[in-house]
């Protein structure tokens, strides 16, 4: 690692606390000193506190309703999330605030006004109807960073139609299977993407995607790279310029009920078949708008960025939903932070005056690989606040982000959340929490976030186990699309009546919470969900492969990295082109960030007597460690040719 002057490691000091500086005036900092305890002794007036500061249709009856697993918000309440994020700016002094400023990779950009922002989404509300879609009805939504994504998610909201976005980098059969479990109607694409210079070609995945048997009736087309206009299919295509730049530009927006769905959004679990998280529309609303005010401390004059994708939950909580329901001014960007050099991030961060940094560790890790010299050829002084999500970041990491990007005068936010969470849950309240590199700190006001152990009792200071959470909340999902069952299995099983979130965490003495990584099978690659199970059925897919198992091996970067376990077929033999071909084939099913970073070929799996994989032996081996227990093992030989096998590799 390079550092300016040397000062990581003595800047890394185990007890290093980062007290808050009195110069940062907190959006919490209410004059209410036990924000914390007022909202743990009423949970319901805290986040009713925060529902009054949107615009309701119609007011609630009741707060909450709640019997386990299933949660109601703001009973009868009736608004509209792009009423929320757009109509009541524009209708302000901040009609002509910036509400985007977005920047393509190839360098060619667009400002959206408030008012901009509602003329487009109102007409592409009016296309959307124009093609067919009502209330109810499912859209999917396969687009690159551009504003058309936001303004789509947004334009869905408006009439009713819940949304299903699908990221980028995701392969044709990953789209036809999100498609079919969601039955959307619509889906709205682009001819491609920019993406380190090369065109994603999204146009093509989606005609792969659609076959005879496609609940898809049109595609919706944006034109970004206009190299594909051959793939546009008479009858079913229509292009984005042809249809919403003629409509009209008011849109009345359907009164929704709080606890009508706002979208759905397909995550990975612990099966190969991905689930459509839900989230409904008043509590999510709540849940976004009040943790974007208090984390991101969002203040008028902020140019705020998040560098996620709306393809992911952060961009649909922390980009579309939580800062526009802000009346934020927020930068997007299409492409990759190494086009057409490795400071095309600061280089945005200066040519905005960005404020407000959200980023993931494994980008930040990235970052620190290549070196200061890329921050440092940019004035970054508009910065004030960082923050991080998606994966437990390192200390290291942390102290290299508050000095090199935050110029050691910006607090750090690392947030903990999930799809199924919909909002922040864990995160220091900046200017407000004293800060610790590598811990997320507290539960949100409001959370009754707890770690317990397999019994379900709470461990002590210093202790550690699983984390759940023993109240409702108000952005919580309301269940997996068509699979009640997987819901209350998946979260609500394991300890009846609190949320199980799948990660372990462990707790310090003065009660903070440091994050440690998924229990289940899910890896979590560059801050991406990816399911062991997944990989596996990918790779079986393949004619030439027997049985696969997959495990996450810790990565310097990525946090992990796929790591295939693969048996193939007695007339097959083994070779680095079987491996490049396996590797391709995964990508090709699943999207790209799904290909493993190592194959290794076993005459058999290690399994249990009863036949079940023991994938923590894998990981000893993928990880170099003396093995674990093995006596469960059916044939313990058949691990340690692996592991000998693994080390004439290294
Ligand atoms: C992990 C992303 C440690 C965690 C918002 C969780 C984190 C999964 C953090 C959810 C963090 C997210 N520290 N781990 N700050 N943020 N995670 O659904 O394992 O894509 O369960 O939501 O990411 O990933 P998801």
Request: glycine share 8%.
């Amino acid at each position: 690692m390079t550092t300016n002057d040397g000062g990581i490691d003595a800047l890394l000091q185990e007890d290093r606390t980062f007290p808050p500086s009195k110069d940062f005036v907190s959006n919490a900092n209410i004059s209410d000193p036990d924000i914390y305890d007022k909202a743990k002794a009423d949970p319901e007036s805290f986040w009713a506190g925060f529902a009054k500061e949107l615009d309701w249709f119609q007011g609630w009856d009741q707060v909450l309703d709640w019997k386990a697993p299933d949660a109601k918000w703001f009973i009868n309440g009736k608004l509209n999330a792009s009423y929320n994020c757009v109509d009541r700016h524009a209708k302000s002094e901040k009609r002509n605030k910036a509400a985007l400023i977005w920047e393509g990779e190839p360098g060619d950009w667009k400002v959206y006004t408030y008012w901009d922002l509602l003329r487009e989404v109102s007409k592409c509300a009016n296309a959307l109807k124009s093609l067919g879609v009502q209330k109810g009805d499912r859209v999917t939504i396969y687009l690159p960073m551009v504003p058309e994504l936001v303004i789509s998610m947004l334009a869905c909201a408006r009439i009713g139609a819940p949304h299903s976005v699908i990221f980028g980098g995701f392969s044709a059969e990953s789209i036809r299977d999100r498609v079919e479990d969601s039955q959307s109607k619509l889906i709205i694409t682009a001819d491609g993407g920019y993406r380190r210079g090369s065109i994603v070609e999204l146009k093509q995945n989606v005609n792969d995607a659609i076959n005879a048997d496609s609940p898809i009736e049109n595609a919706l087309v944006v034109r970004r790279t206009g190299h594909a206009d051959d793939l546009m299919v008479s009858g079913r295509d229509v292009w984005w310029h042809d249809l919403v730049d003629s409509q009209s530009s008011v849109c009345e927006p359907e009164s929704m009920d709080s606890e009508d769905m706002l979208f759905m959004l397909y995550t990975s679990g612990t099966t190969g078949k991905p689930k459509g998280i839900v989230h409904t529309t008043g509590g999510y609303m709540v849940g976004t708008y009040a943790t974007t005010k208090w984390i991101f401390d969002l203040k008028d004059d902020d140019v705020y960025w998040c560098t996620a994708d709306c393809g992911w939950i952060t961009g649909h909580s922390y980009i579309t939903y939580g800062p526009l329901s802000n009346g934020a001014t927020q930068v997007l960007y299409e492409g990759s932070p190494d086009y057409p050099d490795k400071d095309r991030f600061w280089d945005i961060v200066a040519k905005y005056g960005v404020s407000i940094l959200y980023t993931a560790p494994t980008a930040i890790r990235t970052f620190m690989r290549w070196g200061e010299e890329y921050p440092n050829r940019h004035d970054m002084s508009t910065l004030r606040l960082l923050g991080t999500v998606g994966e437990p970041i390192n200390p290291e990491a942390w102290v290299w982000y508050w000095k090199n990007i935050g110029g050691e005068r910006c607090p750090v936010v690392d947030t903990w959340w999930q799809t199924e969470t919909g909002s922040v849950m864990i995160s220091p309240l900046p200017g407000i929490t004293t800060l610790k590199p590598g811990s997320a700190t507290q539960a949100f006001p409001g959370i009754d976030a707890d770690i317990v152990d397999d019994k379900g009792n709470s461990v002590p200071p210093g202790g550690g186990g699983y984390l759940v959470v023993k109240q409702p909340w108000p952005s919580m999902l309301r269940g997996i699309y068509g699979d009640k069952d997987r819901f209350v299995e998946q979260y609500w099983s394991k300890y009846p009546g609190e949320y199980f979130t799948s990660d372990g965490a462990k707790l310090d003495e003065e009660g903070y919470f440091w994050l440690l990584g998924r229990v289940d099978d899910v890896i979590n690659v560059s801050a991406h969900r990816i399911s062991t199970m997944e990989v596996e059925s990918a790779l079986v897919d393949n004619p030439k492969v027997a049985e696969a198992a997959c495990i996450g091996k810790s990565h310097e970067v990525k946090g992990q990295a796929i790591v295939a376990f693969v048996t193939i077929k007695d007339q097959i033999s083994t070779s680095d082109d079987l491996v490049t071909e396996l590797k391709q084939h995964v990508a090709t099913k699943i999207g790209p960030m799904a290909r493993p970073d190592d194959i290794y070929f076993a005459a058999e799996l290690p399994k249990t007597r009863s036949g079940k994989i023991m994938r923590r032996l894998l990981r000893d081996v993928a990880e170099g460690r003396t093995l674990g227990d093995t006596t469960t093992l059916a044939d313990p030989a058949v691990v340690e040719s692996l592991k000998s096998q693994y080390e004439d590799d290294e």
